[in-house]
C-alpha cells in the first residue's frame, strides 16, 4: 500500500481540499500506513474533515507551523485542528507543540484536538498535558510527587 493523503506541506494554503472544511486533522504520516485502524477511527469521528499528512522526521516544524499559519489566516471555515500522531514518537510530538504555538500567535481563532494512537485505540490529550510535556523538570517534580504513575506508553 502507498501514502494516499496529501502532504500539507504539498498543498497550496488556500487549497480546494481545505476551503468549506470545518475541521482539519494534521495526521503524522507514520499513522496511515503503520496504525490504518486510527485513520479509520479519525474518518469516524471527524466526517468530512479535512486531513492532511505530516511527517516531522522529514519535515522542520517550522516550515509546518508557517505552512499552517499560511492555512488558517487564508481559510476562515477552519474551526478546528486536530493533531493525530503515534504515542511515544518523538518527531511527532512536536506537531502537538506546533499546534499550541500556533494558538498562542493566534489566540481564539481554532480550537485543537491532540489525539495519540496507543494500544488500538486514540486517546484524547488535554492541551494543558502537551503544555506540561515541554517542561521537563516540571513532569519530573510531578512524577516525584507520584512515583510509579508514569506509563510506558505502547
Given at each position: 500500500?502507498?501514502?494516499?493523503?496529501?502532504?500539507?506541506?504539498?498543498?497550496?494554503?488556500?487549497?480546494?481540499?481545505?476551503?468549506?472544511?470545518?475541521?482539519?486533522?494534521?495526521?503524522?504520516?507514520?499513522?496511515?500506513?503503520?496504525?490504518?485502524?486510527?485513520?479509520?477511527?479519525?474518518?469516524?469521528?471527524?466526517?468530512?474533515?479535512?486531513?492532511?499528512?505530516?511527517?516531522?522526521?522529514?519535515?522542520?516544524?517550522?516550515?509546518?507551523?508557517?505552512?499552517?499559519?499560511?492555512?488558517?489566516?487564508?481559510?476562515?471555515?477552519?474551526?478546528?485542528?486536530?493533531?493525530?500522531?503515534?504515542?511515544?514518537?518523538?518527531?511527532?510530538?512536536?506537531?502537538?507543540?506546533?499546534?499550541?504555538?500556533?494558538?498562542?500567535?493566534?489566540?481564539?481563532?481554532?480550537?485543537?484536538?491532540?489525539?495519540v494512537a496507543a494500544r488500538g485505540r486514540l486517546v484524547e490529550v488535554p492541551p494543558e498535558?502537551?503544555?506540561?510535556?515541554?517542561?521537563?523538570?516540571?513532569?519530573?517534580?510531578?512524577?516525584?510527587?507520584?512515583?510509579?504513575?508514569?506509563?510506558?506508553?505502547?
Amino acid at each position: 500500500m502507498a501514502y494516499r493523503l496529501p502532504r500539507l506541506l504539498d498543498l497550496n494554503a488556500a487549497s480546494r481540499l481545505l476551503r468549506g472544511r470545518r475541521v482539519l486533522v494534521l495526521l503524522g504520516r507514520c499513522l496511515e500506513l503503520e496504525k490504518p485502524w486510527a485513520l479509520r477511527l479519525l474518518e469516524q469521528r471527524y466526517p468530512g474533515a479535512a486531513v492532511v499528512t505530516v511527517c516531522l522526521e522529514a519535515e522542520h516544524v517550522n516550515q509546518v507551523g508557517f505552512k499552517l499559519a499560511g492555512v488558517l489566516a487564508r481559510v476562515e471555515s477552519i474551526e478546528e485542528v486536530v493533531v493525530a500522531t503515534t504515542d511515544g514518537s518523538m518527531h511527532c510530538v512536536q506537531l502537538h507543540y506546533m499546534a499550541e504555538e500556533l494558538e498562542k500567535i493566534m489566540p481564539g481563532r481554532f480550537r485543537r484536538t491532540h489525539l495519540v494512537a496507543a494500544r488500538g485505540r486514540l486517546v484524547e490529550v488535554p492541551p494543558e498535558a502537551v503544555r506540561l510535556s515541554r517542561h521537563l523538570a516540571r513532569v519530573a517534580k510531578l512524577l516525584s510527587e507520584s512515583p510509579g504513575e508514569a506509563d510506558g506508553g505502547e
